[in-house]
């Protein structure tokens, strides 16, 4: 029989079992570091930068421990003191509606959690980005970002909870299909129209100017078939000097975005074949594919969901005695979370089989040599990780590391 006290126990195990495996992946990546250029990236990375690299690539990681074990306590705190009991009777004291109730919850727990996290990411930002030469970040924009992350969450992720909830109330089992209708179409309308509703908040968008590079950029999508009008330069200088363009949208409402970094590095032919590579995402119906993977996976977790969500035992587990909702929903995404990571894994394999095949795109349509060297220059500009262990590629890598991605563009 499954009881409150072998979920706990199960959770316990799941967290402790997970922060592991990510140390271990952690360890595994630190043996392939070393002080001297390795042979296979000569050409790519001269010595001085190589070993920059390698020292960027080692903050982060003990970083990433530091903040990781923080967590961790912290999760174990709370479920070893009853703390998600604590702040459900802080929200009950408030209102006992369900949906109010759980508003307050889950309003309360992200914004406790995000002042906790603040130091790290102030840290992050302002001390191992700026010693790395990345941080262009000001102290107004961190502070503004905080101020529009908190009213998104509040209002978009708030909407959502009260529709979900709504749905359970009128339909109790029957409300994974509604909640799943929601999701889906919400997902559908983000792609289409992130670029174009929430990027404004953070960033500012002006279209491609007239020039050699837009005729350049044309001249492809015309030579593809593939019907572009918006093509968009976004102020990512404005964060970090870092480099990167993004496919979004679908039909009329596709769009190409460049960082203003990006242009400032590349060539345009170097641009070119970037974005070659971002069509080929498009060409290869890689997108629609993500999409539907996403929203089969959505429907799936919430069908599972609908056979626990009404069990005491889940409310019980962490301290609450009758059974709630949005107690349910913490507990069961935390049993989840094993078959979360399993997908996860999938979805970078697969991310990283349609990463090869829009470079092969760009190689056949453009030119592959062009397409090398801007990855080249992207990832010296970025610091990146040219030497990363293969078990860490395999769990965490949704894109193939570089010299993988060069090995395949010169076959």
Not at 120 to 133: A, D, M, N, P
Not at 256 to 285: C, Q, R, S, W
Not at 323 to 328: C, M, N, P, Q
Request: proline share 3%; net charge positive.
């Amino acid at each position: 029989m499954i009881t409150p006290s072998l979920i706990f126990k199960i959770i316990i195990v799941i967290l402790i079992l997970n922060y592991c495996i990510d140390r271990l992946l952690d360890y595994l990546n630190a043996t392939r570091r070393s002080s001297e250029l390795p042979e296979e990236l000569e050409g790519i990375y001269n010595a001085e930068k190589y070993r920059k690299s390698q020292e960027y690539d080692a903050a982060t990681s003990r970083f990433s421990f530091i903040t990781s074990t923080y967590g961790l306590a912290l999760m174990l705190g709370m479920l070893f003191f009853s703390g998600f009991a604590y702040v459900d009777q802080i929200a009950v004291g408030i209102s006992e509606n369900p949906i109010l109730r759980a508003l307050i919850f889950f309003g309360v727990l992200m914004l406790a959690s995000d002042i906790l996290s603040t130091p790290f990411s102030i840290y992050r930002t302002f001390v191992i980005e700026e010693k790395f030469g990345f941080n262009k970040t000001t102290p107004k924009t961190f502070i503004l970002d905080k101020i529009k992350g908190w009213l998104l969450s509040a209002i978009v992720g708030g909407g959502l909870l009260s529709l979900i909830i709504w749905f359970y109330m009128l339909t109790t089992t029957q409300f994974w299909i509604y909640a799943w209708m929601l999701i889906s179409g919400f997902s559908i309308f983000m792609v289409m129209f992130y670029s174009s509703l929430i990027v404004p908040l953070f960033n500012k968008q002006t279209p491609l100017e007239a020039g050699d590079l837009r005729n350049a950029i044309e001249a492809f999508s015309n030579k593809v078939g593939f019907a572009l009008n918006n093509i968009f330069v976004i102020d990512g200088s404005k964060r970090s000097t870092k480099a990167n363009a993004y496919f979004s949208g679908l039909g009329s409402k596709k769009r190409i975005v460049l960082f203003d970094t990006l242009i400032a590095d590349l060539n345009i032919k170097e641009l070119v074949a970037v974005l070659a590579h971002e069509i080929g995402h498009y060409k290869k119906k890689h997108t629609r594919v993500s999409i539907i993977f996403s929203i089969i996976q959505m429907g799936l977790m919430l069908f599972v969901l609908s056979f626990f969500i009404s069990k005491p035992e889940l409310s019980q587990a962490l301290g609450v005695s009758e059974a709630s909702f949005h107690i349910g929903i913490i507990t069961f995404g935390m049993l989840y979370d094993p078959f979360s990571t399993i997908l996860a894994i999938g979805m970078n394999v697969l991310s990283r089989k349609n990463e090869y095949q829009a470079d092969s795109f760009a190689k056949e349509q453009f030119n592959g040599e062009d397409l090398g060297n801007a990855l080249k220059k992207l990832s010296v500009k970025n610091l990146s990780n040219l030497t990363p262990h293969p078990a860490y590629v395999f769990m965490s890598y949704s894109h193939p590391p570089l010299l993988s991605r060069l090995a395949a563009l010169n076959k």
